[in-house]
């Protein structure tokens, strides 16, 4: 019990390392990524029991049980899909061996220990993760911006339809042009490859 309780006061126990991209393919999250479909590997930390792997799509964690099971439950969280908030790098203290950074997935929680030598690496994802969290949350503001505005313009064009139109045809063609507005607005504001931003902060 108290090489437990010794392991967790240190952080010992279940400490992260970061991946060199050389060893990318013997990680196992590698065989889950989309290769066919251009998906790569920017950042991956190992520790006994997890491993994360972020890519220019998503955050692939294979979550493991503990350290003795070689059982992994896979999750996938594409960006496009989820939000990125609440990035948080907490530095280690003076018996301190590891760092730890600190996100959130959604509604999911992440903290994440990698061994104190490697924080300047660690800085890097930091950077990433958090960019990725400001765009996201400046782009949702302008598509919530933008669906308010289209609902203006959906009943001012409605009204200034001439009255002696089909209701079919009015229903058509404003259905039309806000599918096609809309559309626009969710390519420009709905990022699903952050694979610029990774490329610019990840100096692995």
């Not at 969290?133 to 598509?143: D, G, M």
Request: hydrophobic fraction near 40%; charged fraction near 30%.
């Amino acid at each position: 019990m108290f090489k437990k309780f010794a392991s967790e006061a240190f952080g010992l126990s279940d400490i992260g390392q970061i991946v060199s991209p050389a060893d990318y393919d013997k990680v196992d999250s590698d065989d889950y990524v989309f290769h066919e479909d251009d998906e790569k590997i920017f950042f991956v930390i190992k520790s006994k029991k997890d491993e994360y792997c972020f890519t220019n799509l998503a955050l692939i964690h294979l979550d493991g049980d503990s350290a003795l099971s070689s059982k992994r439950l896979l999750k996938r969280y594409a960006y496009s899909s989820y939000r990125i908030s609440d990035v948080f790098l907490e530095t280690a203290g003076t018996v301190d061996m590891d760092v730890e950074i600190k996100f959130m997935v959604g509604d999911t929680p992440f903290s994440i220990d990698v061994k104190k030598s490697q924080l300047e690496s660690l800085k890097d994802l930091y950077k990433a993760l958090y960019k990725i969290s400001e765009i996201k949350a400046h782009n949702s503001t302008y598509l919530k911006i933008a669906d308010e505005s289209i609902e203006v313009a959906k009943a001012t064009l409605s009204h200034s339809m001439p009255q002696n139109a089909a209701l079919s045809t009015q229903f058509d063609q404003i259905n039309l042009m806000v599918f096609e507005w809309k559309k626009n607005k969710l390519d420009e504001y709905k990022v699903k490859d952050f694979g610029f931003v990774f490329e610019k902060y990840i100096n692995n």
